[in-house]
């Protein structure tokens, strides 16, 4: 569903839907000959350029290509879907099956339950349930997931394992859709690998992990804080006025609450569209907006943006803070690791143990421990 600021840009995003450029989708056809043409053209020159500079540029490339299937997915550049899939089954950014991904994006666009972890797919919270599941450990990298260099180093992880429990458990549940996705996605990834070790010179372990994995993690610094809580779904979603080169890898999908809005508006539009309406669209996110990446690099670089627990879905069961951008410090993080250790067995203290326990500081709560490490907003 469409929302639009008003009638006049509705009628204005009429007309431009009535325009050569909108009709003919030539800038997305120009984009898949580029990012198809520039792809291959690095694996087969992989040898001469050497492995480093190919691994490095077809990493980025397969970060372009995931925008590329994101605009699939989105009816673009046909009004077909079929056709549209032709062009993003193909598993150059590995680890996805292009129908996996357009279902549980479709998912994402529910903004009334934008960021519920129950309800979206893409979310980076967890509900107070599992919180209270997980271990020390699980705790602890859901907490680092919330940073910029966590969810860059170990955010890709969490998006495979989740993304692969989920299919497995689909398929034993008897969903044929989603074992015919992973079936054909895997023999095309098979016939990929082969053809890129024989005729290329790059093997398995380095397409996976050295242009697959890399993409994801290229692409987590777009979504790192691209939503938060919020009680009106208009300002969960932010604004980046990002650069000319993150613009273009990411295909404009930086003007983040636009898209949501207005997910049939084609890439090349989004920006005309709020520039247009700038102001309208920074009070509708009530100013949740970055002067670019780098920008949002500098203020979050050592920061956990949220406490992992979702707070709309948790009110009552885990007390905790709610920001959207806090500092993260060594001494929270050893805090919080320390508070959510599993308790030992009591045991009856010997007598010069009692007397050792009664000067001793009692061990930081779950409360104080996540305030050591989100209490101090940006």
């Not at 431009?16 to 520039?38: D, F, H, K, M």
């Not at 087969?44 to 699939?72: K, V």
């Not at 673009?76 to 062009?87: D, E, G, I, K, S």
Request: hydrophobic content about 45%; some cysteine.
């Amino acid at each position: 569903m469409s929302i639009y600021l008003d009638d006049a840009q509705r009628h204005d995003i009429h007309r431009l839907r009535a325009s050569w450029r909108w009709r003919s989708q030539w800038p997305t056809w120009l984009l898949i000959a580029c990012v198809y043409g520039g792809w291959f053209a690095v694996a087969l020159n992989a040898r001469t350029l050497g492995m480093p500079l190919a691994l490095g540029a077809l990493a980025l490339l397969s970060c372009w290509y995931m925008s590329l299937q994101h605009e699939l997915l989105h009816g673009h550049p046909t009004r077909f879907p079929l056709v549209n899939a032709l062009f993003g089954v193909a598993p150059l950014a590995v680890w996805f099956p292009y129908a996996v991904y357009r279902e549980s994006h479709l998912r994402h666009h529910d903004d009334a339950h934008l960021t519920d972890p129950a309800r979206d797919p893409e979310s980076f919270f967890v509900s107070a349930e599992r919180w209270e599941r997980a271990g020390t450990c699980l705790r602890a990298l859901f907490a680092f997931r919330n940073t910029l260099p966590g969810r860059v180093l170990i955010g890709p992880a969490f998006a495979i394992a989740g993304t692969l429990r989920g299919a497995a458990s689909s398929i034993v549940r008897g969903d044929l859709r989603a074992a015919g996705s992973w079936a054909l996605h895997g023999a095309l990834l098979a016939v990929l690998i082969d053809w890129l070790d024989s005729r290329c010179g790059i093997g398995w372990f380095a397409f996976l992990f050295g242009v697959g994995y890399p993409a994801l993690a290229l692409g987590a610094i777009r979504s790192f804080h691209e939503h938060r809580e919020a009680a009106d779904p208009a300002e969960r979603t932010v604004i980046n006025e990002a650069g000319w080169f993150w613009r273009l890898l990411f295909l404009n999908n930086n003007y983040h609450l636009v898209h949501h809005d207005l997910p049939h508006v084609p890439w090349f539009a989004l920006p005309g569209i709020y520039e247009k309406a700038r102001p309208a669209y920074l009070k509708r996110c009530n100013g949740f907006m970055y002067a670019g990446y780098w920008a949002m690099a500098r203020r979050l670089a050592f920061a956990a943006v949220a406490h992992p627990v979702h707070v709309r879905t948790s009110a009552g069961i885990l007390h905790r803070p709610a920001v959207s951008g806090t500092h993260a410090t060594a001494a929270g993080i050893a805090a919080i690791v320390r508070a959510v250790q599993p308790r030992k067995p009591c045991l009856p203290p010997s007598p010069g143990h009692a007397r050792r326990a009664q000067s001793a500081s009692p061990p930081p709560s779950a409360h104080s421990a996540a305030r050591a490490l989100f209490g101090r907003q940006t």
